[in-house]
């Protein structure tokens, strides 16, 4: 099935180098994040790609200067917003055809020559679908079988590291409050009102203590209309500016909601009990009839008779009353021959 894609609000997200530091700060390995200064940050976004797979992604290119045993290098990070239904298992083909593309990029704009050499790209995906993430994370594994030692160099290597926002549970998000591990709260609250109010509350609660309150609050509350608009929110979007002054009039709108998804609960809960209470009724008619033409038929029946009655299914009981003018006995026609 092909992916649908949509505007999730993250490539936004991701124009602004506070977010990309509080990704690579709270979700990947703490040793990247170490030689990494991220007052170095420099957006380099743009269309490096062909037409091949331009309708399925989101991307963003930055480039930040890490040191390691006294060298200091540009390294590129490039960051693959995928948001689909599906986990694609193309994934190693596509990022290498990305990368591939970016380079192409870097060598027309003269950015590096050959002899120059190219510089390291960190290719990172952030996933936030509803299955877990299982495609393999680089390409040489989707080299089957695994070739015999002499080929095995000449094969093509590409890793991505992958963010998986439904791994995270509420207490591992709880560990870093950031914005972006609030949206990945948000997220992961998926339909139901009353995780994503509990959610929303967490997110304000961590603006309000930002140092740069304003401009995040700004960031975040674009992000999460978007958000409220694709899950098709019975809220009033054009009224909501701000998440941190505006908290109590969308706490109002989810609180409705939340009532409004239990009334719901509560009515299909319901009309399932009158729908079991017919059926169970239905049963109940099934079996005395089934007894009374057993009797009509056989005289007094024995015990064993009304135990397989109770035990049986509406088409073992129709089989069964169907059966009875024509059984040649009871044993016959019960299956105890």
């Known amino acids: 099935m092909a992916s649908q894609h949509h505007d999730t609000g993250y490539k936004e997200v991701f124009s602004y180098p506070e977010f990309v530091q509080q990704l690579i700060e709270g979700f990947m390995p703490s040793e990247i994040a170490q030689i990494m200064d991220f007052s170095t940050l420099k957006n380099h976004s743009g ?16 480039s930040v200067e890490v040191t390691w045993d006294g060298v200091t290098q540009q390294v590129y990070l490039y960051i693959l917003l995928e948001f ?13 055809h990305y990368v591939a593309c970016f380079y192409d990029h870097l060598l027309k704009h003269k950015d590096t020559t050959p002899s120059q050499g190219l510089p390291p790209v960190l290719p990172i995906v952030l996933y936030n679908g509803s ?21 095995r160099v000449y094969q093509p290597h590409l890793r991505y590291y992958l963010v998986d926002e439904g791994r995270y549970s509420d207490a591992e998000l709880g560990l870093h409050p950031t914005p972006l591990s609030g949206m990945f709260s948000v997220e992961n609250a998926g ?40 899950l098709g929110a019975d809220v009033n ?23 409004k998804e239990r009334l719901q609960g509560e009515q299909i809960g319901v009309q399932r009990g009158r729908m079991e209470g017919r059926m169970e009724g239905r049963m109940e008619t099934m079996r005395e009839t089934a007894l009374a033409l057993l009797e009509l038929k056989f005289g ?28 040649d006995g009871l044993e016959v026609l019960m299956g105890k021959h």
């Open 191 to 230: 339909d139901s009102w009353e995780s994503l109010q509990r959610a929303v509350d967490r997110i304000v609660a961590i603006i309000q203590a930002d140092p740069h309150k304003d401009r995040v609050d700004k960031i975040v509350t674009r992000w999460i209309k978007r958000h409220l608009s694709r």
């Open 131 to 151: 299955q877990r993430w299982t495609a393999k994370q680089d390409i040489y594994d989707l080299v089957q079988p695994e070739p015999p030692a002499f080929l």
């Open 47 to 62: 269309n490096y790609i062909t037409p091949l797979f331009e309708e399925k992604f989101e991307d963003v290119v930055w």
């Open 84 to 96: 689909q239904s599906q986990v694609d298992r193309s994934m190693p083909i596509r990022l290498m």
């Open 237 to 259: 979007l054009e009224q909501l500016n701000s998440l941190v002054e505006d908290k109590d009039m969308l706490a109002e709108n989810l609180e409705n909601l939340v009532k």
């Open 300 to 327: 007094s029946l024995p015990d064993w008779v009304a135990q397989l009655i109770n035990q049986a299914d509406a088409s073992q009981l129709d089989a069964w009353t169907k059966g009875v003018l024509t059984a």
